[in-house]
């Protein structure tokens, strides 16, 4: 069973080891990320640079305010000053957001990580990676979709199930999940690619000044842009 107290210590011995990324997933849909947050606070070093990276701005105070007990919404950009010298920031999954802030983080969040998928994903956790943070911490809602494109950044995984603490909710949420599509199909595909599986798809642009582009089909499920850039030829 996946407990609580198994992924606070899964979490812990994270935080410990060498590792640099953790995929946080489970059936908790809205207590995963305060759990997590609740072990940085009290074991990561005194003053930290914490980056939290929602999918809306609007969602923010309510993302938040169950541990740190807000009572205003945060703003892009600002630090939030937090017991133990810890200041945290937050921005967007949207890029325009990403300036705001800090350019040398010591951790970073990003909650919930299935707005993301594997089109955009990679340059969202890229961007946290290139600010040098020791630990980022990605943390679903939903478990409703492929998580495989994480897979390039190679991370520990622990899960915060609810059966423990809510059976009935923990089987709500199996059902739910079990009841809908595992892959987004891309808007707008022409009819020679709608046979293909969403995972084994890739976009090429063909020119830059029309924006043509043309859909090929991967021999693997999609590894990732890193994965891509530096595969060589023919594979």
Known sequence: MNTKEKARHNILSFIQSKDRVLLLTGTHQYKKHILALSVIL????????ILFRVNDARN????????????????IGSPINIKGGHKLYVDTI?????SSSPSDIDLAI???VDSLNFKNGHDCVQDLIDRNPKKVFLISCDDDRDFT?????????AIYDAEEEDPEYHKRV???LS????????????????SIPPEYLVQIPLCRKCGCARWATLNVPYPGKSALRSAPIGK
Do not use: C, H, M
Not at 149 to 157: E, T, Y
């Open 60 to 75: 923010i105070g309510r993302i938040l305010s169950p541990i740190l007990k807000l009572t205003n919404n945060p703003t």
């Open 149 to 157: 494109w994480i897979d390039q950044f190679n991370p520990v995984r």
């Open 179 to 194: 009841s809908v599509p595992s892959e987004e199909i891309p808007k707008g595909l022409p009819g020679y690619a709608k």
């Open 174 to 176: 199996i059902d739910l």
């Open 42 to 49: 009290s074991k990561s070093l005194p003053s930290a640079i």
């Open 94 to 98: 949207n890029r325009r957001s990403w």
């Open 110 to 112: 990003v909650y919930p």
